[in-house]
T-cell receptor, first 112, second 114 residues
Framework: QKEVEQNSGPLSVPEGAIASLNCTYSDRGSQSFFWYRQYSGKSPELIMSIYSNGDKEDGRFTAQLNKASQYVSLLIRDSQPSDSATYLCAVNIGGSQGNLIFGKGTKLSVKP | DTGVSQDPRHKITKRGQNVTFRCDPISEHNRLYWYRQTLGQGPEFLTYFQNEAQLEKSRLLSDRFSAERPKGSFSTLEIQRTEQGDSAMYLC????????????FGNGTRLTVT
């Protein structure tokens, strides 16, 4: 069973702090990695994609990928109350042409 | 880019009835996906199409579920003889071809089976 694992949280951080969200995956052949944000009652919204080892920065968001450790993370700098949501890690499992496998998500709460 | 459109937004049905949902993808995307999501869980893959061809189906997908994309544009997902366990959010997504292409989701159809 090819899996994507995330801590369900909730992860609570104060406004202005760095929020760190983590994800591990089971299939070494995985090649594409995504972070989605999902507000309660809404559909997932793409935040970041990352395909090679290292860091990728986009505004307040940084995605980090370590394929050797099968680990991908998302850092949110200067966290805002509007960042409070569930963050879903998604992995394009190696060998599959198209579908993404999602983790259960980590619920983030940013306290004012 | 008008986004992925799903209809209806909500559906309440009685157990044993059949239901059908529609999804219109982003026009330039040739891949279309169906996912199901229940409370506290991530989206669970059901099936996906590339143009009109259904390329992959989840082994978890009951034979009561069928999806079509007859002209490679919109898609329908039908659930026959609904059960209470089918209650969930049904999400449609689309993407360009290519393994690294991200999925863009519609607003979903929330199904409640009573």
């Amino acid at each position: 069973q090819k899996e994507v694992e995330q801590n369900s949280g909730p992860l609570s951080v104060p406004e202005g702090a760095i929020a760190s969200l983590n994800c591990t995956y089971s299939d070494r052949g995985s090649q594409s990695f995504f972070w989605y944000r999902q507000y309660s009652g809404k559909s997932p919204e793409l935040i970041m994609s990352i395909y090679s080892n290292g860091d990728k920065e986009d505004g307040r968001f940084t995605a980090q990928l370590n394929k050797a450790s099968q680990y991908v993370s998302l850092l949110i700098r200067d966290s805002q109350p509007s960042d409070s949501a569930t963050y879903l890690c998604a992995v394009n499992i190696g060998g599959s042409q198209g579908n993404l496998i999602f983790g259960k998500g980590t619920k983030l709460s940013v306290k004012p | 880019d008008t986004g992925v459109s799903q209809d209806p937004r909500h559906k309440i049905t009685k157990r044993g009835q059949n239901v059908t949902f529609r999804c219109d993808p982003i026009s330039e995307h040739n891949r279309l996906y169906w996912y199901r999501q229940t409370l506290g869980q991530g989206p669970e893959f059901l099936t996906y199409f590339q143009n009109e061809a259904q390329l992959e189906k989840s082994r978890l997908l009951s034979d009561r579920f069928s999806a079509e994309r007859p002209k490679g544009s919109f898609s329908t997902l039908e659930i026959q003889r609904t059960e209470q366990g089918d209650s969930a959010m049904y999400l449609c997504a689309s993407s360009r071809q290519g393994m690294g292409s991200p999925l863009h989701f519609g607003n979903g159809t929330r199904l409640t089976v009573t």
